[in-house]
């Protein structure tokens, strides 16, 4: 994994004081970075970051008190030690414009939604993370750190690590750090995440996706199928093309020239079989399809075998 680090220190205008602060900015993965900011000067330092509406911030205040300025100093928030605070909001740019008063120390995660999402979904590189209800809609908690997180917190900011180590080390950390923020029970509701994409949704379209699977040789209607998952027809042909990248009969169509293709590789049937397994009622029809497919007749591409 390629970590790329940006370290920026500052110094005490007092030439009694030798303390330094540290910022310390670490690439994650792609889309995901991980912050720590480390004043240990006798003075408030500001630290500016520009983060546009594509990312979720998670920011842990690990000692002291810091400030979270906010629309050119209109506003002011104030994160004490052992606070948490999330922010996002997809309309519009949020800039990290924080003042760290001394003896303070700030860890901060900057994510994008999508790689957030991707976290909680294993289909979320085809769908958006938030439901349309909520797309639009700005959010920001505040919390307590845990014990546990505080343990994790402490490791981040004071390691002391072999550099060939460091690139591992950060990710598993920073993952525990957000598994840790969002632990609940296994009984929680999960709209406690506000995040999630309607899940329920999601579980309707896979379960669609298999009953034309299970049943490729005679599948149902559009209508039929919207029905029997009870899913509007437009939600149905729109969240299985988020899903699955094509539309149903598309990706119907792909499945069983995959399944024909694998069938005439075993030798069992032949073409006019395999045809009538895959949904086809005449062997003309099969042979049209699986040609416009690979580009051969289902005859030639055995011989080819």
């Not at 009538?276 to 699986?290: D, Q």
Request: aromatic content about 12%; overall charge neutral.
């Amino acid at each position: 994994m390629n970590i790329n680090k940006n370290t920026k220190e500052f110094q005490n205008d007092s030439t009694n004081n030798v303390a330094r602060g540290v910022f310390d900015e670490i690439a994650i993965e792609d889309g995901f970075k991980l912050l720590l900011y480390k004043n240990q000067l006798d003075v408030t330092k500001t630290i500016e970051r520009d983060v546009n509406s594509k990312f979720i911030q998670f920011h842990f205040s690990v000692k002291g008190l810091s400030q979270f300025i906010f629309n050119q100093g209109a506003y002011t928030l104030e994160v004490k030690a052992e606070q948490s605070l999330l922010l996002y909001n997809p309309k519009r740019d949020l800039p990290i414009y924080l003042n760290i008063n001394p003896d303070s120390w700030i860890v901060s995660l900057v994510i994008t939604i999508e790689k957030f999402h991707s976290l909680f979904s294993t289909e979320a590189n085809y769908i958006s993370f938030l439901n349309s209800d909520n797309i639009d809609k700005k959010y920001y908690a505040d919390g307590q750190i845990s014990p546990s997180m505080a343990i994790v917190l402490n490791q981040l900011i004071n390691y002391n690590l072999n550099s060939s180590i460091k690139g591992i080390y950060f990710k598993a950390k920073a993952y525990e750090l957000l598994g840790l923020y969002f632990n609940t029970s296994e009984e929680a509701d999960v709209e406690q995440c506000p995040f999630l994409v309607d899940e329920a949704n999601v579980i309707k379209i896979k379960k669609a996706k298999n009953i034309i699977i299970s049943r490729m040789a005679e599948p149902p209607t559009l209508q039929e199928l919207a029905d029997e998952i009870g899913l509007n027809l437009k939600k149905l042909k729109e969240g299985f093309k988020q899903i699955y990248g094509d539309s149903v009969f598309s990706f119907l169509l792909d499945y069983k020239m995959e399944v024909a293709r694998k069938l005439l590789e075993v030798g069992t049937y032949n073409v006019s079989e395999v045809g009538l397994k895959v949904g086809y009622s005449t062997s003309s029809h099969f042979i049209a399809a699986f040609k416009k497919k690979y580009g051969t007749t289902p005859k030639k591409y055995v011989q080819s075998i």
